[in-house]
């Protein structure tokens, strides 16, 4: 299995609506990320798991919310979000670099979330 | 500037012709990846090249990477019209911790 499956595919909210995103992997990655895409612009990195551990947090508000509750699951709590956050959400995975350290190995993607905030 | 900057934004070729782009960055990288993108759907992994190599190939695909100018290129010969697509270009940077930075991208449109 050499996919990474995101859900929901859409997803419309208000600013004072809790929601999250789900990302899964089979492929045996200890890496995982989540990045945010805006229209016409290239993917922006959020956070990196490595090994079920956040291991960096790209200066993300805190109305986002990562959790990764095993290797193989990553999710993204919203709530509290602002219009400016619609966007394309994508996840990927990879194995981790070398050291166990995230990053340099070839990152997988899923096919993303198109999120609207009302 | 940013780290993988791309050069052209946007290319329109005949399908069987070659195309080319064109992507530069500013840090020391361990790697250099490629991605295409259909349609703001998900990223396809293209091709990694490492810092110690110099040339990569994959069916269509060509990549060079050149660290001592920091650029890269990819080089799609005998385009069709399922490579239109955005490409983008990808580093992970060695310097101020791990961070995988995309370029700006370039959009290929291939006219049958």
């Known amino acids: 299995d050499t996919e990474v499956t995101q859900t929901p595919k859409h997803l419309v909210m208000g600013m004072t609506n809790k929601k999250s995103l789900k990302c899964e992997q089979h492929m045996g990655h200890r890496a995982m990320y989540w990045y945010k895409q805006k229209a016409k612009k290239p993917p922006e990195l959020m956070f990196v798991y490595s090994y079920e551990k956040l291991s960096i947090n790209e200066s993300v508000p805190s109305r986002f919310s990562p959790e990764c509750p095993n290797s193989s699951l990553l999710n993204l709590h919203l709530h509290a979000l602002q219009p400016e956050d619609s966007a394309l959400y994508l996840c990927?995975?990879?194995?981790?670099?070398?050291?166990?350290?995230?990053?340099?190995?070839?990152?997988?993607f899923g096919p993303g979330t198109r999120l609207l905030v009302l | 500037s940013q780290q993988g900057e791309e050069d052209p934004q946007a290319l329109s070729i005949q399908e069987g012709e070659n195309a080319t782009m064109n992507c530069s960055y500013k840090?020391?990288?361990?790697?250099l990846q490629w991605y295409r993108q259909n349609s703001g759907r998900g990223l396809v992994h293209l091709i990694l090249?490492?810092?110690?190599?110099r040339e990569k190939h994959s069916g269509r695909l060509r990549v060079t990477l050149d660290t001592s100018k920091k650029s890269s290129s990819l080089l799609i010969t005998a385009s069709r019209a399922a490579d239109t697509a955005s490409y983008f270009c990808a580093t992970d940077r060695t310097t101020g911790g791990f961070k995988t930075i995309f370029g700006a991208g370039t959009r290929l449109f291939v006219k049958a």
């Open positions: 990927a995975s990879s194995h981790p670099g070398l050291a166990g350290g995230p990053g340099y190995e070839t990152q997988y």
């Open positions: 840090t020391s990288i361990n790697n």
């Open positions: 090249i490492r810092s110690n190599e």
